[in-house]
């Protein structure tokens, strides 16, 4: 007779989806630390890192939201591991994972072991959400998300003690984002469905506590500081709410299922067709059981409150399709999903076709996941941190009054040379060294290039005050289309152009990328490029027609 397995084995046997759980979120956090091992600070992370050195900064805005928990997180990472993102990816992703898994125990009383996997699955994966799962700044929402998981759940418990831990939950999860409103709305509503409204308007306020307080503590501190931030809600942005709600809804859908674009994202109000029949689809689901579940109602005011919001204070940038808001938005929908669905349980046919659905979307957002990291948050980190190279290079001679932007597409919000510098000798520079500029893509190693010439300044100096080397001078054809490039050899040049010719130069990138002034028609000029903290030597070259003369040249005396 064999034995019964046991131990590890034994555990998988008696809880298979369980240990599923655990194996999916083991492989989830392994897949996104290495993610995070090859992505550093962009976008917003640069508020935190450069604008705020200081706790009295913690209770600033950024944007609408409050940040005081995830301020606070990257001052003390910064302190002791100085200009690294990945101490914060750690924390980020431990968050996700909790979320994640406090999401599967809120789904398992209403729909059982194996569908609430299915769902956590998705959601372990969401390649829809990667500006959540690979942005280490990302941290207020999965500590938003988390706290007010945990602080639903506890309310689960209708006891005192349990009520305590769900103000407190609450709190925390204000600390970290403006994503408490959604779970505080969801938790007002649960305490509502507990009975408590049975018991009269008395019963409501005894318990109206868990609320309260956290609404006491927001509305305190945006009357010292939330007040400050910008705001973007307008009439306009009232009247299409609704309308973005329900795009939301449907696009939030396509996730879920991995039916949702890789490429060419759609930001059209057209979404709202399938979030009709998604909509449709729970009422007549409800209808048939004759009776709406108090589970369903707290998911479904979570996600309304989530969406409305998200549309009352959208602005450019800020689409229904947004990677950032998927992870919110599928999660209150598979929430809603359930409490829809409470206590029902699918036929042995129809959990093979969700856990088909499952594997498929678990497929395409592992696909987005890789490609939309490579594609777009590695770029726009390339973008960031080639301008903070140029500077860390330039430092001796850029001017005070130089910025760099730090936008999507390197422009944007501009950050001042003393800043900078001000964070770089706090923390250390997260600028990249020669070695790590030669591993760059060429658009980085062009920008670094055009930068320079601009922070340094590379530029024209008059021709009276340089003296050309005997010797060392050359001729050189402008093109229009391909110039020649010939390699500086001194950091002052005396150039004589026939024609008025625009000069390019270049170093780190291919090409000749820099414009840097212009020689004029027959008149000499001098020309210098600065000396930096690298060695490796300029190119230039003459965008135009005809020939031109550089010579290598000295200080005149």
Excluded at 215 to 223: D, G, K, S, V
Excluded at 302 to 315: D, E, I, K, M, P
């Amino acid at each position: 007779m064999g034995s019964e397995p046991t131990g590890a084995f034994a555990a998988v046997r008696k809880r298979p989806w369980l240990s599923l759980l655990g194996l999916l979120t083991l492989l989830s956090t392994v897949l996104l630390l290495v993610l995070g091992s090859k992505i550093g600070f962009f976008l917003d992370d640069w508020d935190l890192v450069i604008f705020r050195s200081t706790p009295s900064d913690w209770l600033l805005p950024h944007n609408e939201h409050i940040i005081v928990i995830p301020a606070a997180l990257y001052q003390l990472s910064l302190s002791v591991f100085g200009m690294t993102a990945m101490p914060l990816h750690v924390i980020a992703v431990a968050l996700f994972e909790l979320s994640i898994v406090l999401l599967f125990f809120w789904l398992r009383p209403l729909v059982g072991d194996p569908i609430s996997v299915l769902a956590c699955a998705v959601m372990l994966f969401l390649g829809a959400a990667t500006a959540d799962l690979v942005w280490a700044f990302q941290i207020g929402y999965f500590g938003s998300t988390a706290a007010g998981l945990g602080a639903l759940l506890n309310l689960r418990c209708r006891t005192r003690r349990g009520d305590a831990w769900a103000c407190l939950l609450l709190v925390v999860s204000l600390l970290f984002s403006s994503m408490v409103i959604p779970f505080a709305a969801a938790a007002a509503v649960q305490i509502y469905f507990r009975g408590e409204a049975r018991r009269g308007p008395d019963g409501l306020l005894r318990r109206a506590w868990v609320v309260l307080v956290p609404a006491a503590l927001f509305l305190i501190w945006w009357a010292g500081w939330g007040r400050l931030a910008d705001n973007h809600a307008t009439l306009e942005n009232a009247l299409k709410a609704p309308l973005f709600a329900v795009s939301a809804l449907g696009y939030a859908g396509a996730v879920l299922t991995g039916l949702f674009p890789l490429r060419e994202v759609n930001s059209s109000y057209l979404w709202a067709l399938p979030g009709l029949l998604v909509a449709v689809g729970i009422a007549l689901l409800l209808r048939r059981r004759g009776r709406i579940p108090p589970e369903f109602v707290i998911g479904a005011v979570a996600a309304l409150a989530f969406w409305l919001l998200a549309g009352l204070n959208y602005s450019p940038g800020r689409y229904f399709v947004a990677g950032r808001y998927q992870y919110p938005g599928a999660l209150f929908l598979l929430m809603t999903l359930a409490g829809a669905a409470a206590g029902l349980r699918p036929s042995r046919r129809l959990f093979k076709w969700l856990v088909a659905l499952t594997a498929a979307s678990l497929v395409v957002n592992l696909a987005a996941l890789i490609h939309i990291f490579d594609s777009t948050y590695k770029v726009y980190e390339g973008r960031n941190l080639s301008g903070m190279t140029a500077l860390d290079i330039s430092r001796r001679t850029v001017s005070p009054d130089f910025s760099i932007g730090i936008g999507t597409d390197g422009g944007g919000q501009q950050v001042p040379v003393p800043l900078y510098f001000a964070a770089v000798d706090r923390y250390g520079s997260p600028g990249w060294d020669e070695d790590e500029i030669a591993g760059t893509s060429r658009e980085d190693r062009e920008r670094i290039d055009q930068i320079l010439a601009r922070a340094l300044p590379v530029g024209p100096v008059p021709a009276k005050t340089v003296v050309p080397d005997p010797g060392s001078c050359q001729t050189v054809a402008a093109s229009p289309e391909n110039p020649e490039a010939i390699e500086v050899e001194s950091p002052l040049l005396l150039i004589r152009s026939a024609r008025t010719t625009p000069i390019f130069v270049g170093r780190f990138g291919d090409g000749l990328d820099a414009p840097a002034w212009a020689a004029p028609g027959g008149v000499p000029i001098g020309f210098e490029f600065p000396a930096d903290q690298s060695r490796k030597p300029w190119r230039i070259g003459f965008k135009g027609q005809g020939e031109v003369k550089v010579c290598s040249a000295r200080p005149a005396k």
